[in-house]
T-cell receptor, first 110, second 115 residues
């Protein structure tokens, strides 16, 4: 049983560009949450998707958007990238209170 | 809003010894979950242990155990017989009990196990 998989593992983008990160949840999990982890910090909640709808959202600007597909996989999109968006982006899937994380996507904005 | 505080940015322990990582939290909720996650250099966040607030008994998972003090809003992690593979960042996290709610993380403690 594959766990949570994220792609790509590393990404370098230029300020002002747009980026899409992808996440495949653990088999049987219907909920996907996205977190941003800046260097030296704990993860911060971006948003959560359930049944293809954004169910909850953290304190992130509208430049951050997402999508969930019928197979429960999810995308995180960030528009108009800023240098401060450089971070590790973690995806977690869950069926109840236990969230299982992928290995993350390291985004560097230059 | 919930907050989680880890007051020890870095700790070290000798191999085979015992170490305790501290965590305090603030919430007005009566029922919730608390977690410890481990993040090794591979970056993947791995669940170490979970505690349900309404359970008085402290959770244990092999060499890992917690000391949950609900009144004091304290949730420490004890690692016994420390191994080199325990070297990692450790994050304490809070979740409301209504299921599938976001995790609120502390800033983490970097643990180094020394041979």
């Amino acid at each position: 049983d594959a766990g949570v998989t994220q792609s790509p593992t590393h990404l370098i983008k230029t300020r002002g560009q747009q980026v899409t990160l992808r996440c495949s949840p653990k088999s049987g999990h219907d909920t996907v949450s996205w977190y941003q982890q800046a260097l030296g910090q704990g993860p911060q909640f971006i948003f959560q998707y359930y049944e293809e709808e954004e169910r909850q959202r953290g304190n992130f600007p509208d430049r951050f958007s997402g999508h969930q597909f019928p197979n429960y996989s999810s995308e995180l999109n960030v528009n108009a990238l800023l240098l401060g968006d450089s971070a590790l982006y973690l995806c977690a899937s869950s069926l109840s209170s236990l969230q299982f994380f992928g290995q993350g996507t390291r985004l560097t904005v230059v | 809003a919930q907050t989680v505080t880890q007051s020890q940015p870095e700790m070290s322990v000798q191999e085979a010894e015992t170490v305790t990582l501290s965590c305090t939290y603030d919430t007005s909720e009566n029922n919730y979950y608390l977690f410890w996650y481990k993040q090794p250099p591979s970056r993947q966040m791995i669940l170490v242990i979970r505690q349900e607030a309404y359970k008085q008994q402290n959770a244990t998972e092999n060499r890992f155990s917690v000391n949950f003090q609900k009144a004091a809003k304290s949730f420490s992690l004890k690692i016994s017989d420390s191994q080199l593979g325990d070297t990692a960042m450790y994050f304490c996290a809070f979740m409301k009990h209504d299921g599938n709610t976001p995790l609120v993380f502390g800033k983490g403690t970097r643990l180094s196990v020394i041979a």
